[in-house]
């Protein structure tokens, strides 16, 4: 189904319409310059990455995947073992966080990289909110080129996991419409997975925000227990309005639904699938980006009455 059949991001009196991506990008091991050109015409609000680049130099990787696709480093990356955020200039960064989750021996070290945006407020439909910034996509801070906040650490390569609250408005007040976003890559083991799916859904309940959503790589199908369980309390984009195609695993030979996108009662799921027709993006791209395919949702988010 062509990209233009799903509905743009907008601002209006009553609702933002804001376009969420989830990617693993396989720590842009694969083609960058296709994994850019994917993302760029995906024309995402929030893309939530999984496999970040989480080793030497990463922060100079984030910041390039930023600076490419027009977007702005959030939160994530080595720090959240992988999950990472980039948002576009129009949704404001309220508060941030990176979560490790428990190790078990000898199985990759998890986590969750969180943020609480905003979006709508007091704007008029430009898609952008008014940062002071120069066409460069990232937002100052106090680095040199790595796209990435000042988190207090000497050079250690970890940040403060602990809510920074720039702004508490209230729920549905003029400064926008609040939206809490995890990024999440489950574990492959079928109890860790279990046990994960059930650590995201008290992560995201805990942010005391109007509306929710948990976008990422689940490492299980459908029809999967850790799978179920996340549906079960969230509601599976797809499944509920299916757009594009299905499939997110292999990019090679799409056979299975791994990926996903999970919204909170309240958001209306406008379309979400892997999306097909994209502005400048060949199928080879798609295969060549990395070993993912990529699932684009459309959410409207009523706004809320102030209480």
Known sequence: MPLADLPGSTTGPDAAVVRVLSYNIRSMRDDREALARVIRACAPDVVCVQEAPRFFRWRKAAAWLARETGLVYTTGGATAAGPMILTSLRAHVERAEDTLLPRVPGLHRRGFATAVLRFGGGLRDTGLRDTGHRDTGLRDTGHRDTGLRDTGHRDTGLRDTGLRDTARPENGDGDGVRLGVVSCHLSLAEAERYEQAGMLLDHLAALDVP?????????????????????????????????????????????RRIDGVFASEGIEIIGCGVPAGLPGVTDADLRAATDHLPVLAALRLPRVSPV
């Open 211 to 255: 509306y929710a959503i948990a976008a990422g790589d689940i490492n299980d199908r459908p029809d999967g227990r850790a799978f179920r369980r996340i549906a079960g309390k969230l509601r599976d984009g797809w499944a509920t309005e299916p757009w594009g195609s299905e499939a997110t695993f292999s990019a090679k030979d799409p056979r």
